[in-house]
């Protein structure tokens, strides 16, 4: 069973790094069958996707073009989790944050628990 | 980048109704849209893939159907469990856009 724990602050000042970690069990962090992504939920903004980590012979990222020039999703293969970093962030990036599980051609298979970030001084 | 809008954003029905909310796409994306469901306070689930495939475990009275731009997720007979926002997403390739939601209550 895939469980995926994620951990970090859940409160963020302005112009600041906001920093995610989701730790990965059941699976591979390296499988060549899955990505790896963010996605984060508000209740202005619903449902958005921020971007993903994968490897396929080598590793590959995507992003959202909202958010294109702020982030970076890393693989941390030594403990095989992943992690989301947010650059400058403003109140509009308070939301729940969710690390989740690819598989194509299926969706988005396996969730973190969610964790709230709030953007404020 | 491709567009996914559902529609309505919200519906009211009686337990037994049957339910259809759509989803477009602003280009044509082949059978890749994915639907979820989620209940207040919890974490989405996966619940038909691929247009038309039913996730494992998800009740029959789920179902899928359409491809290119238009898609239709359709509950046979509303139950009182199904009362949450449905979101649909575009999974051919990135970016991975979700629709808009659509709240699902009874009346």
Known sequence: QVQLQQSGPGLVKPSQTLS???????????????AWNWIRQSPSRGLEWLGRTYYRSKWSTDYAVSV????????DTSNNQFSLQLNSVTPEDTAVYYCVR???PVGFDYWGQGALVTVSS | DIQMTQSPSSLSASVGDRVTITCRASQGISKYLVWYQQKPGKVPK????AASTLQSGVPSRFSGSGSGTDFTLTISTLQPEDVATYYCQK???????FGGGTKVEIK
């Open chain 1, 68 to 75: 294109k020039s702020r982030i970076t999703i890393n693989p």
């Open chain 1, 102 to 104: 690819g598989t194509y």
């Open chain 1, 20 to 34: 995610l970690t989701c730790a990965i069990s059941g699976d591979s962090v390296s499988s060549n069958s899955v």
């Open chain 2, 46 to 49: 996966l619940l038909i893939y």
């Open chain 2, 91 to 97: 999974y051919n390739s990135a970016p991975l856009t």
